[in-house]
């Protein structure tokens, strides 16, 4: 079940066809030839009468790449569902060779979109930054007034790390969920001495909250 769920989940990355049928060498025979009173009486009917059955429509290259896109959300949402059902499951992906580094070509990790996010969004929200700063400074309005700006408007290194929308923005998150349910993701320092956001949660009320507080302090 995982190889094909492998298969399908490159199928929607890559644009791979690998349920498209082998060419035949099977040549139909030639129809035989008619006259003119035969084609015309036999137009849209065959030699019973009946209407002939209509052709399937090939789907153009706009469907055809929504579909391979769809196919590979529903695989990482359905890989997602099984690492959250149970923790042997989550051992089987970890230990099924090739899912993973799939999983990773899905998510915002994937190579492509660091490039993209390093050298294309990351430049052009600095642009867009500053573009809005000249403007606000010739209107004669400051950053801290109380207009309504985004947060990525005024940090473009979180604009640019954001996800994008859609159903390919669908996919990418729910990759980086199953790649973080999964324990892939390793939390690595972005500045010296950066340690990170250390949480502490204490849970209880009533006596055993005051013991937990008074044993804090």
Not at 20 to 43: D, H, W, Y
Request: proline letters at 6%; glycine letters at 10%; zero cysteines.
């Amino acid at each position: 079940l995982l190889s094909d769920l492998i298969t399908l989940l490159r199928y929607g990355q890559r644009g791979l066809q690998p349920f498209a049928p082998a060419p035949s060498t099977f040549s139909p025979p030639k129809p035989k030839a008619q006259s003119l009173k035969e084609r015309l009486v036999g137009i849209g009917t065959n030699n019973a009468g009946k209407k002939r059955p209509a052709k399937p429509k090939r789907l153009g290259r706009r469907a055809m790449r929504e579909a391979r896109t769809r196919s590979a959300l529903y695989v990482v949402q359905l890989l997602l569902a099984m690492s959250v059902a149970s923790d042997a499951a989550v051992n089987t992906i970890r230990a099924t060779s090739g899912l993973t580094d799939t999983v990773v070509g899905a998510s915002s990790y994937a190579r492509k979109e660091k490039f993209r996010r390093r050298w294309i969004r990351y430049p052009a929200e600095v642009v867009k930054k500053r573009l809005g700063t000249n403007k606000n400074s010739q209107d004669g309005t400051s950053e801290d007034s109380d207009t309504d700006e985004s947060e990525g408007s005024t940090k473009p290194f979180i604009a640019a790390a954001k996800v994008g929308k859609g159903i390919e923005g669908e996919i990418q998150r729910t990759s980086n969920m199953l790649l973080a349910a999964i324990g892939h993701n390793i939390w690595v320092p972005k500045s010296p001495n950066q340690r990170g956001l250390r949480i502490l949660s204490l849970d209880g009320g009533g006596s055993r909250g005051i013991t937990a507080i008074t044993s804090m302090s």
